[in-house]
């Protein structure tokens, strides 16, 4: 049975339910849309706290993180699973003059490529929160394996402060430091507020590589 219209899509869906949504809504419309580069991750790259490298942005959708990382240096691996969304991205990116610094796959971070342990910094808004339960410490162990020690994950991500409904899972504090808390350090962790259409409620998570 699919899901009800007012649900975010599942990544187990694959090439389906997220594809058809890139392709039947209007990129204003999408809820985790922010129409510009993500608030969090501007003040995060501006505070120099993370040196310029080689980046992966996971789920990258419209692409407006992944061009904003490219505009700072930034050599960008962008992932999303929905072709018509890397499409999107690509469009933007060449508005934006900076198509040739970014690395665009059709895959799924939990089937990623291994490019070795050469990244930087992974950024991920609102991706982490739709895995399926058992994917979760799977997705923590493939960050771990392209991330330098020492290297940065970047997560946004529903908090259990969002009130209960359709849409991704509600994380408490505790849930994400059981799945990272044996490869990472956390460096910040803290309420945050999506931009975008919805404005839910958030974490805002800064780790760490050990």
Known sequence: MPP???ETPRLIDKY???DEVYRKTPPSELPWNAGQPDPELVRLIESQAIPVGRAIDIGTGP???AIFL???????LALDIAPSAV???KINAKKAGVEVAIDYRVESVLKLSSPGRTATFVND?????????EDRE???RKISEVLIPGGHLFLRTFSEKEPPGPGPHRFTREEIESVFSKD???IDFRDGVLAGPRQAKIYVVLLRRK
């Open 4 to 6: 009800k219209k007012t």
């Open 87 to 89: 499409e999107l991205a």
């Open 138 to 140: 799977d997705y923590a």
């Open 184 to 186: 990472f350090d956390f």
């Open 16 to 18: 389906g339910t997220w």
């Open 70 to 76: 490219a505009k700072k240096g930034f050599r960008v």
């Open 125 to 133: 808004r609102v991706c982490f929160e739709v895995l399926d339960k």
């Open 63 to 65: 692409g407006h993180d």
